[in-house]
């Protein structure tokens, strides 16, 4: 057991931040709302060749930094559906900027149903009567964004259309496409990670320096405590997700059941994170002008683009416990 | 980055898991059982002539120089196999100390003893008014002579009815800062003048002790560390005891097997129920996260690093989550879950009714979970610190 990066990871993930740090401060993720979509900042990502890296651990560590800086670029969603893509023998070049996505469940009623990255997306994979197509997107970009929550670029993305070119048959799409949901679930569990990590240390940050009755408000033990649950909290959240992607590069026969239950444990430590760090900012935490309510919003969002987290794990105890035959 | 355990543990494993099915008898579980002593000396000189208490100790000291890994597995396996170790892991915590901290006499003498399974050390640290305020201890000890003479009383004193040695914290100097007045003696439980009396607990059932000392004589060689110097020795001790344990594993494989086979009044298997399968998923969860926290716990100490705050929130999160989860175990058996193991019909043989009342300790003892948020809070996220009566 190794739980350190390597160096090549280190410097990658080195190399993310400090790119975001110029190009995704809190001012950029703000002025690319309500859309949610960074054009510039996506041509540097993308022109970086990272979510071409080929291990999902990999990808995985760049998607904590994507989450921590929130980002507004669809990284996630162009990693897994490129290579979705490329198994199904597409040639998908490499540091392009054209952004792929995938309709995360069954669209064969013609409408796949507020894709994530939808509205800022060239083309749309999608599992539709059995079968795996992608599906070109016409109209104007950037799209017309559809006002929610996180302020992420979902839309609904017709595949009905002639348009649509097959990629899988019958034989081999369902698991295929099945296979790239839970790879969504694992990078979209880092960036929760990411995310809830930037939301501590705001917390961290303020609840050291404010002062109330004469202490620091992180002296109390009523906050000391629940952050240190949180903290342990996400440092599980951390150490699982890890562990979903390094499976999935083993191809490990656990690999799907870490996945859910990776993402799982992120969207209720990401929540659980973000609310109490809102909380312990006091009135000012409730302003817009506050950064901590990017990241409130954000964590809600990013794990019910897939569903209910609750649904989630009643599909892991399928997984884990049906009893077969 | 590499989740997989070493192969090496592994081949250990297995090893492990075979000495374990040869003496962890009924008989031995029944004994247990029994007298609510997590301790078996058949069992326990088992491990010894296996080299097994030594298993981590350099050769040099008597031990098999096994790393941080196979240990680790070491106690998983025993921790899933419900074995009788805390007469091993105290026992072991003060040699640790000994070994560093003791004289000559004392490593030369005790410590072959230790290793060979002849001998417990249970641990006299708290007092009916001094629990998590450990260093504000007031058993006296008062210097007549070579000899010391001990006087006061100590509560939860975990296998003092069985050990031949009590690692005691005492009060040497009621006027220095109370961190600096303390003491550390190594006395043997014969001793005139100590009296052990049993104090019952939730455990199913469980026995620890109050111990009381009246004009106890010891040598000065009885002595460990230096006169007053008793709190340095205490927290090298300390750091030898958190690593965090496995989540509720064996009560979720009991209660998976049991909702395999059992069934509702309408003929189906529990397990066929949506809803039980996904608390049951819930539980895997939380025991995948505490085994990862605890196994970054000893990945951290393999790479020559000291895991105060990995060790806490490892304690923390895994005393927490057994608690949430046997009671949800617990829940999903419905009203049978109640009976206890005495009853033929109780169901996982009442397995996990008693891992649910033992689970309450865990967050007690070892440094409670407040005591290891504050740890957490002030040592992991740099906190300020609260502000309490010294
Ligand atoms: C079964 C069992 C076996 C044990 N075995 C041993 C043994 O072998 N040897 C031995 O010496 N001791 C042993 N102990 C004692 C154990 O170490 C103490 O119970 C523990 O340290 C807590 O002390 P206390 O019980 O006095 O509780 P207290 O310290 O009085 O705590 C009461 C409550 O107040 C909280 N609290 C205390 N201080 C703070 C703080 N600073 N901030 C916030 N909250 C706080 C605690 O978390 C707890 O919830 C054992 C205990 C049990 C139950």
């Known amino acids: 057991m190794d739980l350190a990066p390597s160096a090549e990871q280190q410097a990658r993930a080195l190399a993310v931040a400090e790119l975001l740090a110029k190009h995704a401060s809190p001012e950029r993720v703000r002025a690319a709302e309500p859309l949610g979509f960074d054009g510039p900042l996506w041509q540097h990502v993308s022109a970086r060749n990272w979510p071409d890296l080929d291990a999902l651990l990999d990808l995985a560590l760049v998607a904590e930094e994507m989450g921590r800086h929130l980002a507004p670029a669809p990284f996630v969603e162009v990693a897994v559906s490129r290579r979705l893509l490329r198994a199904a023998g597409v040639d998908v070049g490499v540091g392009d900027a054209t952004i792929t996505t995938l309709a995360l469940h069954d669209s064969s009623s013609g409408v796949a149903r507020l894709v994530p990255a939808g509205a800022v997306a060239d083309a749309v994979v999608a599992l539709r009567h059995g079968e795996l197509v992608v599906v070109p997107i016409h109209g104007a970009r950037p799209g017309a964004p559809v006002s929610n929550l996180g302020c992420l670029p979902i839309a609904d993305c017709p595949v009905d259309g002639s348009d649509a070119t097959q990629l899988m048959g019958a034989d081999r799409a369902g698991a295929a496409h099945t296979r790239a949901v839970d790879e969504w679930r694992v990078l979209t569990a880092s960036a929760l990670v990411g995310l809830a990590a930037g939301a501590l240390d705001l917390a961290v940050n303020h609840v050291t320096h404010r002062h109330q009755f004469g202490v620091p408000v992180g002296s109390f033990q009523a906050v000391q405590h629940r952050l240190a649950d949180l903290a342990t909290d996400l440092e599980g959240a951390r150490l699982l997700a890890r562990k979903a992607a390094w499976s999935a590069d083993q191809r490990a026969s656990d690999a799907p059941a870490l996945a859910a239950m990776a993402f799982v444990w992120a969207a209720g430590a990401a929540h659980r994170v973000t609310t109490d760090s809102l909380h312990f900012h006091g009135g000012y935490g409730y302003t817009l002008e506050n950064d901590i309510q990017l990241s409130f919003r954000r964590a809600k969002a990013w794990a019910l683009v897939l569903d209910d987290p609750e649904r989630e794990l009643s599909r892991l105890g399928d997984t884990l416990y049906a009893v077969v035959g | ?390």
Not at chain 2, 250 to 268: F, H, I, K, Q, Y
């Open chain 2, 1 to 390: 980055m590499d989740f997989a355990l070493h192969e090496s543990g592994e081949a250990f494993r297995s090893e492990v898991r075979v000495f374990l099915a040869e003496h962890l008898t009924q008989d031995v579980r029944e004994r247990v059982r029994r007298t609510g002593t997590v301790h078996d000396w058949r069992f326990h000189r088992a491990l010894g002539a296996k080299g097994w208490i030594g298993a981590g100790w350099p050769v040099e000291f008597g031990g098999q120089g096994r790393g941080p890994w196979e240990l680790r597995i070491f106690y998983e396996e025993c921790a899933r196999a419900d074995a009788p170790t805390d007469g091993l892991s105290m026992t072991l915590m003060v040699a640790n100390t000994l070994r560093v901290a003791g004289t000559e006499v004392q490593q030369r003498e005790i410590l072959p003893r230790v290793l060979a399974g002849e001998v417990v050390i249970c641990l006299g640290y708290s007092e009916p008014d001094t629990g998590s305020d450990v260093a504000a201890a007031r058993l006296s000890a008062i210097r007549d002579g070579d000899d010391w003479i001990l006087n006061g009383q100590k509560v939860f004193t975990s296998l003092a009815h069985e050990a031949q040695y009590v690692f005691l914290l005492t009060r040497t100097n009621a006027d220095a800062p109370k961190h600096r007045g303390l003491t550390m003696f190594l006395v043997p439980m014969d001793t005139p003048g100590i009296d052990v009396e049993p104090l019952w607990t939730l455990g199913a059932p469980g026995r620890t002790n109050r111990t009381f000392y009246t004009d106890v004589r010891v040598p000065d060689a009885a002595r460990v560390g230096d006169v007053d110097g008793g709190w340095d020795v205490m927290t090298a001790a300390l750091t030898f005891e958190r690593g965090g344990t496995l989540g509720a594993v064996r009560a979720l494989e009991e209660t998976v097997a049991w909702a395999r086979t059992a069934r509702r009044p309408d003929g189906s298997a529990v397990i066929d129920d949506p809803l039980v399968r996904r608390r049951l998923a819930r539980v895997a969860i939380e025991n995948e996260v505490a085994a990862l926290l605890s196994h970054r716990t000893t990945w951290t100490a393999a790479e020559g690093h000291l895991p105060g705050v990995e060790g806490s929130m490892a304690k923390l999160f895994s005393s927490e989550s057994v608690q949430r989860c046997t009671a949800d175990l617990l829940d999903l058996m419905g009203t049978e879950g109640l009976l206890t193991q005495d009853q033929p019909d109780a169901p996982a043989a009442g397995a996990v009714e008693a891992a649910h009342r033992k689970a309450a300790v865990a967050r007690i003892y070892g440094g409670t979970s407040e005591v290891l948020r504050s740890i957490v809070a002030e040592r992991g996220l740099g906190l300020p610190r609260t502000r309490a009566a010294r």
